[in-house]
Nanobody
């Protein structure tokens, strides 16, 4: 059974930083892209950042210049470095991994930005 295990969420003050990690295991096919999505209460899940196996990246406008996505292909792990966090970044953050055959999701990790 495919697993995406996220870690690194928590409570941080505005202006602070957090680093999320997501390790994929038991995926037999090559992972083409990995991404982070987020969902705040009462809103739709939205793409935060994505990265391909060739390290091409894509960011939501709201996080450009503040968040950085990276990955370790050998470890099937993706990271999200979040700096200059704002209260509006508060959400459950989900890891996503896509192969040529399926998309997989993590269980989500809560990020709360509050003073």
């Amino acid at each position: 059974q495919v697993q995406l295990v996220e870690s690194g969420g928590g409570l941080v003050q505005p202006g602070g930083s957090l680093r999320l990690s997501c390790a994929a295991s038991r995926i037999s096919s090559r992972i083409k892209s990995m991404a982070w999505f987020r969902q705040a209460p009462g809103t739709q899940r939205e793409l935060v950042a994505a990265i391909t196996s060739g390290s091409s990246t894509n960011y939501a406008d709201s996080v450009k210049g503040r968040f950085t996505i990276s990955r370790d292909n050998a470890k099937n792990t993706v990271y999200l470095q979040m700096n200059s966090l704002k209260p509006e970044d508060t959400a459950v953050y989900y890891c996503n991994a896509e192969t040529s055959f399926a998309a997989y999701w993590g269980q989500g990790t809560q990020v709360t930005v509050s003073s």
